[in-house]
Structure formats: C-alpha cells, structure tokens
C-alpha cells in the first residue's frame, strides 16, 4: 500500500518568508508526527496528533512553528519568518497500533 | 543527560559477520523500543519494535531487550554490504508523553565485503 508521503521534496526559502510543509499519511493510520532531523542534532520531535484529540505540541522549538491536521488526515507544517537555524530535514511519520511509526521521505528545508 | 544513548561508532564488521547495536535508555517509564535502519539521504525506515523483555527475532535480526538495565540491543547475522546504514535506537517518550518517539544519535554500520 501507499506509504506515507511529504511535499515538497525539497525547498530553498529565503531568511524571513514563510514555508509550509504536507505530509499525507498512510490511509487508516490515527496518529501522525513530526519531527525534524538537523546535521550534527539527530531526530527531534515537533508535534502529534491522534485523532481528534488536542494534539500534543511540546516539541515545537518558538511560535513560529505550527501545524494543522485537517479532517483528520492531511497534515501540514508552518514555519513563519524563516531563520538559517530552521535548516532541516522535516519528516512526517504516521501510525495506526501501539507506537510503531512509519516515516515518510522528508522534506529537505534550506533557508539562505 | 541523554535520554537516549547508543554507540557512535562507526563500526565496521566484515561481510557475514554479526554486527552487535547498543543502546541504553534513562526513562524507566519507557515501554516501546524500536530499532530503524537509516541509509544515506534516505528517512528512517522500522525494522524492529520490541515490547518485552527477551530476545525477538525477525529474519537476520534479533532485538534484545533488558528493562532492568534499561538496555536495548540489535544483532544482524550474516551481515551485508547493503545492511550499511545508521541504525537508530528509538524509544517512547518520557512517561507522560508516551507517544513521542525519543531517539538516540545513531550508529553507522560499515559492512566490509
């Protein structure tokens, strides 16, 4: 079946615009996360979402990040007013039982 | 302190031999234990969970866990040139944020053919 998938694969934003970031995950799975991978900084997590619960946003670094997850599937990442240290590889992972997490392909944030 | 620690490495191990992943963890409230396999430019992709304590198998790999020690480990038998990658240990979150994954900082495995 479809895994999870992200887009864009890759975006080069200049310091101070806005991104927004889309992973779809996979069909049927309830809880979806994201997390970001930085050279040097390992996987960190950003936020969670199960269901129609309040979703858990104890991993966003500043108030310039927030996310959505719309009708329950659909998710996307907002970064306001982009800094270089927002550099990052942005990873959506859904999952459907206990805790195991499927990670989709990434996308690639550079910000000059 | 990190939550959660593995061997840098790298680690090299020639071909066909058993490549032995460590991993140690802080939070004794931790339950769920997974091992991914991350190649170069490539995201994280699940080859092992393990909820219990004991050996589970799956292939060439076993996962090991030790909830006493607070030690999770992966062992790959018969290693290949293409189990060369980064093997993170991830393990849920502190107690209270059960769902987030914590990982570890990985290991870089170099099978040598």
């Known amino acids: 079946g479809a895994g999870v998938s992200q887009s864009p694969s890759n975006k080069v934003t200049e310091k101070g615009k806005d991104v927004e970031l889309r992973c779809d995950p996979i069909s049927g799975h309830t809880a979806l996360y994201w997390y970001r991978q930085s050279l040097g900084q390992g996987l960190e997590f950003l936020i969670y979402f199960q269901g129609n619960s309040a979703p858990d946003k104890s991993g966003l670094p500043s108030d310039r990040f927030s996310a959505e997850r719309t009708g329950g599937s659909v998710s996307t990442l907002t970064i306001q007013r982009t800094q270089q240290e927002d550099s990052a590889v942005y990873l959506c992972a859904s999952s459907l039982l206990a805790y195991e997490q499927y990670f989709g392909p990434g996308t690639r944030l550079t910000v000059t | 302190q990190k939550e959660v620690e593995q061997n840098s490495g790298p680690l090299s191990v020639p071909e066909g031999a058993i490549a032995s992943l460590n991993c140690t963890y802080s939070?004794?409230?931790?339950?769920?234990f997974f091992w991914y396999r991350q190649y170069s430019g490539k995201s994280p992709e699940l080859i092992m969970s393990i909820y219990s304590n004991g050996d589970k198998e799956d292939g060439r790999f076993t996962a090991q866990l030790n909830k006493a020690s607070q030690y999770v480990s992966l062992l790959i038998r018969d290693s290949q040139p293409s189990d060369s990658a980064t093997y993170l240990c991830?393990?849920?979150?502190?107690?209270?944020?059960?769902?987030?994954?914590?990982f570890g900082s990985g290991t870089q495995l170099t099978v040598l053919p």
């Open positions: 939070d004794r409230g931790s339950q769920s």
């Open positions: 991830a393990v849920n979150g502190p107690s209270g944020s059960a769902r987030q994954l914590t």
